[in-house]
Structure formats: C-alpha cells, structure tokens
C-alpha cells in the first residue's frame, strides 16, 4: 500500500504518509497533528478523519484506541453578522 495516497483528511488533503512522518517527529496527539497539519479543522470538523486518526495514533503508540483522545470541540459562541461588522457595531447583544 503506498501511503501517499491514502487521504486521511479529505479537507486538508493529509496523507496517511503526512501523518506517519509527523508522528514519528514526535507530534503524538491529536492536538499536535492539528497545530502542524491542521486536521479536523476543515469544513466537516473532524467528522470524518476524527476517528481514522485516532486509530492511526493508537497503533503508533501501541495503545488502545479509548486511551487516544481526539480533538477538542471548540465552536463558536456567538454569531456576527456581516453587516456589523461593516458597521463597527458595538452592541454585544
């Protein structure tokens, strides 16, 4: 199997050779991978390659995989809109 093209994170177009070569640089948990790589932060949020990186982490480090975390859910707490934005709105409500 060339790991070149096995995409593990279709957003960002990560390879699973990508994320074999970080891994074996050290950066073993998800929240590394998603500083260096930016895994989980595209458009489906980690929806898809959430659960194939952790699987890929577990097997690097020889663990199971409910010991391998998986990324934080960080979403947005308040909405603004555009045309605040444009307007320089103070109003926080």
Not at 54 to 68: G, I, Y
Not at 70 to 80: S, Y
Request: glycine share 6%; aromatic share 4%.
């Amino acid at each position: 199997m060339d790991k070149s093209k096995v995409i593990l994170c279709r957003c960002e177009d990560i390879s699973l050779d990508e994320l074999s070569q970080k891994m074996e640089e050290g950066y073993t948990t998800f929240e590394d991978l998603k500083r260096i790589l930016r895994v989980g932060m595209g458009p489906c949020q980690a929806n898809t390659c959430a659960h194939l990186i952790q699987k890929e982490l577990a097997q690097f480090l020889n663990k199971d995989m409910s010991e391998v975390s998986v990324h934080k859910v960080r979403p947005l707490t308040l909405g603004v809109t555009l045309n605040q934005l444009a307007n320089g709105d103070q109003n926080e409500d």
